[in-house]
Structure formats: C-alpha cells, structure tokens
C-alpha cells in the first residue's frame, strides 16, 4: 500500500524567503511518481511538480525545486524567493501504475503562509 | 489545450435527496478519469476512477456511484445523500499511462 506523510500541518515564511515544505512516502512498488499540488483558497489543485522514481536530477520547475531522496524516502518541495501569492495549502501525492490506471495518493497537506 | 470543466460550482441540498455533478474534458481523448471528495481541511481521497467508457473502478464502498456514458465524460451520482457526503469534489484526468492528474474547478457539496 502507498502512503504519503506530511507533518507539517502550517509553515510561515517572509516575502523573498526560500521554504521547505516536507514530504515522506513509503511504497513497495519500484516505480513510483511524485508531485506536488498547490490548493489556493480558491479550491483548484494546481499541478507544480513531478519527480519520477528512476530521474536521476532533481526537478525542477521555475522558484520550485523537488529535493529527492530515494534512500530516505523524502521528496521535500523548495519553494525559492516566496512571494505572497504563494500562500496556499500544498499537497504532495505518489502515483503508481495499478492495473493499467495512475492511482495518486495524497498526503494531508502543508498550510504555507507568506509574511510581507 | 485541454481544459477540464465541472458543474455546479456549488450545490446544497437536503439529506435523502439525489446528486448528480458533471465533469468534462476537452482537447484529450481516452483519459483517465477520476473523482475525488476532499473533507473540510484533508487530503484528497479517491472515489471513483475509470480508463474508459462504462469502465468504473470504486475505491471505497460508499452510498455513491459513478458513470462515464461518453469518452470525456465523467458522472458522479447518488439516490440518496447523507450529511456525511458533504466536502468538495474534484474531477481530474490523466493521459492513459501518463503521470501528472489535472483537476477540474471542484464542486464544493452541503448536505443539510
């Protein structure tokens, strides 16, 4: 079974700061994707990230970065240069390939909020 | 490009009353699709997911179903509501055997 830990329930961060906003995974499957989603007050989930289990970089994608540690089971999000917009609630979800279909398992989420 | 609508954006209605929230793709064809409800301050948890016309898959045992009459459409369905069906629902695709879900605007569900 896929399971996504997030434990940091709120995370603040000042304007023009850098954040890390933690995730761990535990599958037993060998190959797995990993994403990160951002839920504004809005309600959409607005894809940001993916990391494959076998990429040998870590991704990245514009102020967001994935720093992936396949041995310790971590895909940690960095969020560069945090601007206000940026708070959110952000989710970190694993795929997998189960019977022909991506099955996504979604973490509880981080609360980010930016400080002017 | 491909866009992903659901309507309403928002419903509430009474316990025992019936529920019907449409989900569109355009732009893809054959995606996989799929629901998910969201409880006030959770994650997202998958209820139904479908790879192709009338293929369904339940991932929990609930008073919901789902059905999927045509290629980019995607319905979720109840006879009977409960309180406990209240949250906000995303529709979301996949390219078959991609990676990245997109989801659709969400429904957000009262049932009083």
């Known amino acids: 079974a896929q399971k996504i830990t997030q434990t940091q329930p709120g995370m603040f961060v000042q304007e023009k700061e850098a954040v890390t906003l933690d995730c761990t995974y535990d599958?037993?499957?060998?190959?797995?994707?990993l994403f990160w989603y951002k839920q504004p007050s809005s309600g959409e989930m607005i894809f940001l990230i993916y990391q494959g289990s076998y990429d040998q970089q870590n991704a990245t994608e514009g102020r967001y970065s994935l720093n992936f540690q396949k041995a310790r089971k971590s895909a940690n999000l960095v969020i560069s240069a945090s601007q206000l917009g940026d708070s959110a609630m952000y989710f970190c979800a694993m795929s997998s390939n189960s019977g022909g279909y991506q099955k996504v398992t979604f973490g509880i989420g981080t609360k980010l909020q930016v400080i002017p | 490009s491909q866009t992903i609508h659901q309507w309403p954006a928002t419903l509430v209605q009474p316990v025992g009353s019936p529920l019907s929230l449409e989900c569109t793709v355009e732009g893809t064809s054959n995606p996989n699709l799929y629901w998910y409800r969201q409880a006030a301050g959770r994650g997202l948890q998958l209820l139904f997911y479908s790879v192709g016309i009338g293929q369904i898959s339940s991932e929990v045992p609930q008073n919901l179903s789902a059905s999927r009459p045509q290629d980019r459409q995607f319905i979720l369905s109840s006879k009977k509501l409960l309180l406990s069906d209240s949250g906000f629902y995303l529709c979301a695709w996949s390219v078959s055997y991609g990676n990245e879900q997109f989801f659709g605007p969400g429904t957000r569900l009262t049932v009083l």
């Open positions: 599958t037993s499957d060998p190959s797995y994707g």
